[in-house]
């Protein structure tokens, strides 16, 4: 089992930043990639970032180039966003994937909001 818990979210005015952090506990040995997801109002969950096992990086493209994320030894996972716009409000979640011998296992948070407002 894995647990994984935000923290960070806030109500930040255009332009802002904000660092979201993911703190994940448990048996992260087989660890494959973790993500970070965010849901708008009315809006369906989407993939935002994730970092692999190894490192690598991937964003969606309404975020690339003004948000970053990265892991540290303790496998807590952040996201660092900068040049924050009212359309980046969302509840914003933490995905950790565990692969397993069979399909791969997905972890959830439980989310943080962050909301973009002057």
């Known amino acids: 089992q894995v647990q994984l818990v935000e923290s960070g979210g806030g109500t930040v005015q255009p332009g802002g930043s904000l660092r979201l952090s993911c703190a994940a506990s448990g048996n992260m040995s087989s660890l494959n990639a973790m993500g970070w997801f965010r849901q708008a109002p009315g809006k369906q969950r989407e993939s935002i970032a994730s970092i692999m096992s190894g490192g690598s990086t991937a964003y969606a493209d309404s975020v690339k180039g003004r948000f970053t994320v990265s892991r540290d030894n303790a496998n807590t996972l952040y996201l660092q966003m900068n040049s924050l716009k009212p359309e980046d409000t969302a509840l914003y979640y933490c995905?950790?994937?565990?692969?397993?011998?069979?399909?791969?296992?997905?972890?959830w948070g439980k989310g943080t909001l962050v909301t973009v407002s002057s």
């Open positions: 995905n950790a994937e565990i692969l397993t011998l069979h399909n791969p296992v997905h972890y």
